[in-house]
């Protein structure tokens, strides 16, 4: 039997939500009674060309969005770092200096990202039950379910053309939808501010407000001569889009609707107040202390080499953005109580549930968290300490390289490492982490290589580092590039080999399958957990949790008061950029030339009232994906670009506030104000469909 439930019935709470774009007729009226002037059919329609055809999945964790007939798409400039690293070298510092290729043999291509246009969503789930019956265990209700899913999915890719298609489950798999992809693969870089721009700010002001960050990056996507994905080739000609964003360019004011429309990552907005309380009072606290010490030995380092500040800028920013998000997350569960809420939330459950099918799930829940505890504690410490020595993870990606019988696959893997690694940072950061599993972790739960290897020096983690640094051939670039398949293939016995393969064997030995099992059970009981929350509140709207598909989120632009007294408003304009303004600090030194724009006060046509507008917050519910999402005014313009959420709001992957909840976007001007003044690419504005009012 198939449970049959609304997905987005009910009342919305403020403006909570992330919506499935195939369902969204169902939330229309709302949308157009906030102030929305277009259709459902304008946001997602199968029959004719409509925004989601302009928004794309930018690799496999951003969004992006289609500004030109031409293929040009925008990103956030953090999402696009990597490619911008990349390309950038001691020379040619695009990171400092910024990137803008004035012509199209100018622009840049970038093996392996990709960009996949949504084609079509499909409520799959009685396909994919087809044939399940109550009597079966839940490894054949597994079983079945991939064998229908890879059916399904066999036919709806079999045109080729580059589709792929993936069968998801939502609300714990109450419910099944298989989303249609079409995936481009030649997506070269044309445009990107100088980071004092694109990050200005840095790990200071990630995930506050006010925001003066000019986060995007500019991409074309290209295409054979008919239209359809290809390899990177000369013949490729620009992507032709069956929709593409206007631009809005006359101004956004508080209280207008606004509508992101992307892939958000991640959300657990349903799980138990056990699950929220390892988040907030163990996880969260000992992978800040890890990542604090990884973040201060890399900017020790950082700030005094141009050259590391290069190689180490992408990975730094890597692991300061978690860092910095947990933080907030675990400040905002704690003021709203999101323990104690849930708790008397699952109390009035379980009264309600006493002798139905539903009895006894809440107790059986919080008795499966406790045995989960200890082995996903000592996981995830493993994950933030053994498993980011950088040395080590290089060994095992040129020993699989090497065993693939490929020298040119080796030296590519070989060449990429050394790029951008620096030995003292990670000799620092091994000693670090190390210290503190040792500490921190029981015996228990780690390794008996761990402590047998440490009790041969001594206890020393200093001495354990300075023998794995200094005997791995892997530390030895020259050492290493002089050997061939065969010879790296037999340094299965080197140190760093050795360290990566015991711990990796352990843990898949001892702790994964743990944890696997006991989440397997949380999982299976939570889909009927799931489906009792919607019979005992018919009346709430409920919306799948994210998972990196397509989803609408719709709001307004709203300041808010992070604390008594004080009231934040919805803009920030150039003005901030200059009182933050500091040539001594990285972070806020802003070119020479953005200086001398604002002494002279001539802005162009992005001036408006004698200043440049910059971001803007809003109440749109998003999450990590998000980034570079298209921000939509109510006649399905582009006003901004979303990049992040402000700090005290996000909890918002567990419970949305809408006090606090805000995402924070670039105003499409400041965009446009630095493509012409600071990077003199008109070229590219001239590409786009601007419109003043």
Known sequence: MIFALSLISGTAVADEGMWLPSLISERIEDMQAKGFELSAEDIYSINQASLKDAVVLFGRGCTGELISPEGLLITNHHCGYAQIQQHSSVEHDYLRDGFWAMTRDEELPNPGLTVSFLE???????????GYESVMTE?????????????????????????????????????????????????????????????????????????????????????????????????????????????????????EFTFVYGFPGSTREYIMSEGVRYISDIANPFKINLRTMRLDIQKKYMDSDQAVRIQYSSKNAGVSNAWKKWQGEMKGIVRLGTVARKQAFESRFMDWAEGTEYDGIVPALDSLYGVLEPYNYALEYYNESARTVELVQFAARALSAAESGSDSVLKAVEAAFYKDYCLPIDKECFVAVMNAYKDDVPVDFRPEYFDSTLAVYGGSVEKWADDLFSTSVFADRAALEALDCAGVAALKDDPAVVFGREFSAW?????????????????????????????????????????????????????????????????????????????????????????????????????????????????????????????????????????????????????????????????????????????????????MTIETE
Not at 632 to 638: A, T
Request: proline share 6%; aromatic share 12%; with cysteine.
């Open 120 to 130: 079509y969503m499909e409520d799959v789930t009685e396909q994919v039950l087809d």
């Open 139 to 255: 490894e054949e209700r597994t079983e079945l379910i991939e064998t229908n899913a890879g059916r399904l999915i066999e036919k709806a890719v079999e045109a080729g053309d580059g589709l792929r298609a993936s069968v998801e489950s939502l609300f714990y798999g109450n419910r099944y939808y298989m989303f249609v992809y079409r995936e481009y693969s030649d997506v070269r870089l044309v445009g990107a501010p100088p980071s004092s721009i694109g990050k200005f700010g840095g790990d200071t002001d990630n995930w506050m407000w006010p925001r003066h960050t000019g986060d995007f990056s500019i991409f074309r996507i290209y295409a054979d001569k008919d239209n359809n994905p290809a390899p990177y080739s000369e013949d490729n000609v620009p992507y032709r889009p069956k929709r593409y964003f206007h631009i809005a360019a006359g101004g956004v004011e508080e209280g």
């Open 507 to 687: 843990i898949g030995e001892n702790l994964r399958p743990a944890v696997a099992r006991v989440n397997s059970e949380i999982t299976l009981l939570n889909r009927d957990y799931m489906r009792g929350q919607m019979e005992f509140q018919p009346d709430r709207t409920f919306y799948p949790d994210a998972n990196l598909t397509l989803r609408v989120a719709y709001g307004h632009i709203k300041g808010y008061a992070p604390s008594d007294g004080v009231y934040y408003l919805p803009f920030s304009t150039i003005e901030g950029i200059m009182e933050k303004d500091n040539p001594d600090i990285f972070d806020y030194n802003i070119p020479q030339r953005f200086r001398d724009i604002v002494a002279s006060g001539d802005y162009g046509r992005w001036g408006h009232d004698g200043k440049v507008p910059v971001c803007f917050i809003a109440t749109n519910h998003t999450s990590g994906g998000n980034s570079g999402s298209p921000v939509i005014d109510s006649r399905g313009r582009l006003i901004g670009i979303n990049f992040d959420r402000v700090w005290e709001g996000t909890m918002s992957d567990i419970e949305f506030d809408p006090d606090f909840c805000r995402n924070i976007s670039l105003d499409i001007r400041y965009v446009l104000f630095v493509i012409d003044m600071i990077g003199d690419a008109d070229h590219l504005i001239e590409e």
